[in-house]
């Protein structure tokens, strides 16, 4: 299933960064490898996180964890082109929120990626604290519900 064109378009997601694939990412078709991409969008995941997790998840017994991700990819991605990692929440939940990534290379979109993360303490789904939800909230993905 095609993804709603709103994810396809860099300029509406409020987080980006750049990755460059490495020579190993790559399978002997000499495009980058599916789990290689996984790869990628797992390091985008954690910058984006890094810019807006502050202290939330770093509480004694407080973290987060990754309940699913799902991939769609759209084209294929070739070495060495640099990898737009483009980021942004579009759903925040009471203990969860989902973040919708685009991997874009050459300026096309060649995959989404929508990871479920939820926050615990002690091992248990755990309410958002009001300062993460918020720094969440500023992140939404333009078209996003409430975005």
Known sequence: MK???????LTRYPYVTEIAPR????????????????????EGRVRFGLSVTDSYVHQKGHRLVIAEVNIRYLAEGHYPAALTV?????????????LGQALFQNGQCIGVC??????????????????????????????AAGG
């Open 3 to 9: 993804p709603s064109p709103h994810r396809l378009d």
């Open 23 to 42: 020579f190993g990412d790559m399978d002997p078709l000499r495009h980058l490898n599916n789990v290689a991409l996984a790869g990628i969008y797992e």
């Open 86 to 98: 483009a980021a942004g929440v579009l759903r925040v939940g009471n203990s969860s929120y989902v």
């Open 114 to 143: 929508d990871t479920v993360l939820v926050y615990t303490a002690d091992h248990r789904p755990h309410p958002l604290p009001d300062g993460f939800k918020a720094a969440l909230g500023e992140k939404m993905l333009a078209g």
